[in-house]
């Protein structure tokens, strides 16, 4: 069966520290892949999505950035954080095997002080 | 943006009463699904109806899609405590979300 795995869970930064969040998936191949942020209370926005490994779609223009070194990783990354940056999280991935369902990871909770 | 959005934004319930939620969008779409969102959690796939469906049941939940109105109705019956999350639509195979519609069931 399908897993993702996201990590750290939870992180608290300085402003102006860099950032790196991890996702991988297992037990599919070519999945399309996800990063969404969540405001508390609020809903998904959409960062970055892929189709393939170094294709990476932008949705929103900021400080953050996300690549895909292997098929079934994705990486969400910042040279430097601002306050803005707090939030929810998220990846998430689907393929044609999984119809148009969207499987999401457990997310990781980010804090900029 | 999202082409799927649920109102209302909250619904508070009592325990074993029905909970009532909508999808409205603008396009003419293949499937619709519902996910729901527990708090400081991922999403959770509900349920995916047809466009050529009008009615699909899930244990307690009850989707019904008006393809003519662009709409869907997510019915919870009997709800509990536990049912209470954030819950969300989706059309075909887009990647975004609307605000969703939060849902809290007292005990």
């Known amino acids: 069966s399908q897993t993702i795995h996201q990590w750290p869970a939870t992180l608290v930064q300085p402003v102006g520290s860099p950032l790196s969040l991890e996702c991988t998936v297992e037990g599919t191949s070519n999945p399309n892949l996800y990063w969404y942020r969540q405001a508390a209370g609020r809903g998904l926005q959409l960062l970055f999505y892929?189709?393939?490994?170094?294709?990476i779609s932008s949705e929103v223009p900021q400080n953050l950035s996300a690549s895909r070194p292997q098929d079934r990783q994705f990486i969400l990354s910042s040279k430097k954080l601002l306050l803005s940056d707090s939030g929810f999280y998220l990846c998430?991935?689907?393929?044609?095997?999984?119809?148009?369902?969207?499987?999401f990871g457990e997310g990781s909770w980010l804090t900029v002080v | 943006s999202q082409q799927g959005e649920e109102d209302p934004q909250a619904l508070s319930i009592q325990e074993g009463e029905n909970a009532t939620m909508n999808c409205s969008y603008k396009?003419?779409?293949?499937?619709l699904q519902w996910y729901r969102q527990n708090s400081g959690r991922g999403l959770v796939h509900l349920i995916l109806i047809r466009s050529n469906e009008r009615e699909k049941h899930s244990g307690r939940l009850r989707v019904t899609l008006d393809t003519s109105k662009k709409s869907s109705s997510l019915l919870i019956t009997a709800s509990r405590a536990a049912d209470t999350a954030s819950y969300f639509c989706a059309t075909d195979d887009d990647m975004r979300f609307g605000a969703g519609t939060r849902l809290t069931v007292k005990p």
């Open positions: 396009t003419s779409i293949n499937n």
């Open positions: 998430a991935w689907s393929n044609g095997n999984s119809g148009n369902t969207i499987y």
């Open positions: 892929s189709v393939g490994i170094g294709q």
